[in-house]
C-alpha cells in the first residue's frame, strides 16, 4: 500500500498520560499536514511541514503538542499531559508542493481518546 | 477570518433523487476549493477540486461542482444518487501557497434503497 499510514490506530490513555503518533507520508511528497477531527465537525488544520521544515502552527497547537519531521520524511505528534479534551482523531495528509494544485492525500487516522 | 459553511449536516435521499449540497466560504487571496468524501470506514477521499478556469468541475462518481465567485459558494451536486454515496461529505478552502485547508463540518448524506 502506497498511501498515507497512521500508526497507532486507535489510542486510549489516562488523563495526564503522553501520547505519541507517528504518519508516514506517501514517499515522493515533501509536505506533511496534521489535523484533528471532533465527532460532527470537519478536521480542523493543526500544523505543517515542507521536508523538516515546520512551517506554520495553528492557534489550537498547545504548549503540550508537539510534532516533528526530522528527516523530512515519517512525522510524529506527540501530546504531553493529555487532557480530556484531546479526544479526538488525529489526521495526517501529504502532498507534493510542485504539482499544480497541491492535492492532500488523507491516512486513515488515529482515534485518542483519553479517559 | 477564513472559514467554511456548509449548510446542510445532515441530508436523506431516496435513491435516484437529487443532491445539492451547500458551501459558502470567506477566505481573503486566491483559494482553491474542494470537496472531499469519507465513506464509513474509510479515510478522506478528494472527490473534486476548483483551482480556475472553468467554473463547473466534474469529479469522481458522477459529482460536480460549480463555483460562484459573486456568492462566494461551491456547491456539490449529482443528478441521481445512488445508495452507495451513502457518506459524509466535507468542503474545503485551501491556500494556493502552503495548501493548508479550512474544512466545513460535514454533511451526513443518508440514501435509502
Known amino acids: 500500500d502506497t498511501g498515507v499510514s497512521q500508526d497507532p490506530r486507535h489510542k486510549i490513555t489516562k488523563r495526564g498520560q503522553n501520547v505519541t503518533f507517528r504518519c508516514d507520508p506517501i514517499?515522493?511528497?515533501?509536505?506533511l499536514y496534521w489535523y484533528r477531527q471532533t465527532l460532527g465537525q470537519g478536521p480542523e488544520f493543526l500544523t505543517y511541514f515542507q521536508n523538516e521544515a515546520q512551517l506554520e502552527k495553528s492557534r489550537l497547537l498547545s504548549d503540550r503538542f508537539s510534532a516533528e519531521r526530522p528527516k523530512g520524511s515519517f512525522s510524529t505528534l506527540e501530546i504531553q499531559r493529555t487532557e480530556q479534551g484531546d479526544s479526538a482523531m488525529y489526521l495526517c495528509?501529504?502532498?507534493?508542493?510542485?504539482?499544480?494544485?497541491?492535492?492532500?492525500?488523507f491516512g486513515p487516522g488515529t482515534r485518542l481518546t483519553v479517559l | 477570518a477564513q472559514s467554511v459553511s456548509q449548510h446542510n449536516h445532515h441530508v436523506i435521499l431516496s435513491e435516484a433523487a437529487s443532491l445539492e449540497l451547500g458551501c459558502n466560504y470567506s477566505?481573503?487571496?486566491?483559494?482553491?476549493l474542494f470537496w472531499y468524501v469519507q465513506y464509513p470506514g474509510q479515510h478522506l477521499q478528494l472527490l473534486l477540486k476548483y483551482f480556475s478556469g472553468d467554473p463547473l468541475v466534474k469529479g469522481i462518481k458522477g459529482f460536480e461542482a460549480e463555483f460562484i465567485k459573486s456568492k462566494f459558494s461551491f456547491n456539490l451536486r449529482k443528478p441521481s444518487v445512488q445508495w452507495s454515496d451513502t457518506a459524509e461529505y466535507f468542503c474545503a478552502a485551501g491556500s494556493s501557497n502552503t495548501g493548508k485547508l479550512i474544512f466545513g463540518q460535514g454533511t451526513t448524506l443518508q440514501v435509502k434503497p
Open positions: 495528509a501529504s502532498s507534493f508542493s510542485q504539482s499544480s494544485y497541491n492535492e492532500q492525500f
Open positions: 514517499s515522493e511528497h515533501n509536505r
Open positions: 477566505y481573503g487571496g486566491t483559494v482553491n
